[in-house]
């Protein structure tokens, strides 16, 4: 029964560090997102992916790079942090239309000093 | 621009009903989401709307007004795990999610 699985819940990094944040389904579904949520602000579509192998940009991409080698993983890439990417990173993955109804992982808390 | 309003923050008595209003302004309609958020952790599925009306799930309920832009969301007999936040989406022409901020509901004794 684990879902959406997001490893590691939280991370304290220095400027210009670099890191990986894991997220890992079990549901066998085909759509892979990362969200960043901010105080006061909705969710924030990072990157997406509607399939092994693919790859797509989001809302607010730059700084971050992700990959999906594997259907059930989606990792997202910090390569040089910086204080703005101080967020709450949560991934998310659904099976489709018609609904399309997302299923969340626990999040990320990620400060950046 | 795409653009989705709700309030900030409600407050409402335990037992009583409250309406979480939220209007939307987006490239395209695909349908409209409510979910759910405690405090520290991740939203959850509440309820799906892409035909005008009312859909009913429980002591929750969402309706839908496409012409208007505008949906609530209404939660009958408030209990205290009801304190959350709620959070609009709306799916535009790209079958992209626009999220609202979410309405952080406090729910008194």
């Known amino acids: 029964n684990a879902g959406v699985t997001q490893t590691p819940k939280f991370r304290v990094l220095k400027t210009g560090q670099s890191m990986t944040l894991l997220c890992a389904q079990d549901?066998?579904?085909?759509?892979m997102y990362w969200y960043r949520q901010d105080p006061g602000m909705g969710l924030r579509l990072i990157h997406y992916s509607v399939g092994e192998g693919t790859t797509a940009k989001g809302e607010v991409p730059d700084g971050y790079n992700v990959s999906r080698l594997k259907k059930q993983n989606f990792l997202l890439g910090l390569e040089s942090a910086a204080p703005s990417q101080t967020s709450v990173y949560f991934c998310a993955s659904a099976n489709g239309l018609p609904t399309g109804e997302l299923f969340f992982g626990e999040g990320s808390r990620l400060t950046v000093l | 621009g795409q653009n989705i309003d709700q309030p900030t923050e409600m407050t409402a008595t335990e037992g009583a009903i409250v309406q979480i209003n939220c209007t939307y302004q987006?490239?395209?309609?695909?349908?409209l989401f409510w979910y759910q958020q405690h405090a520290g952790e991740a939203p959850t599925f509440l309820s799906y709307n892409v035909l005008d009306g009312l859909e009913e799930k429980g002591r929750f309920s969402s309706f839908l007004s496409r012409s208007k832009g505008y949906s609530y969301l209404l939660l009958k007999e408030l209990q205290m795990k009801d304190s959350a936040s709620y959070l609009c989406?709306?799916?535009?022409?790209?079958?992209?999610?626009?999220w609202g901020a979410g309405t952080k509901l406090i729910i008194k004794p």
């Open positions: 989406a709306v799916r535009d022409s790209n079958y992209q999610l626009i």
């Open positions: 987006t490239s395209g309609f695909n349908g």
């Open positions: 549901m066998n579904h085909e759509y």
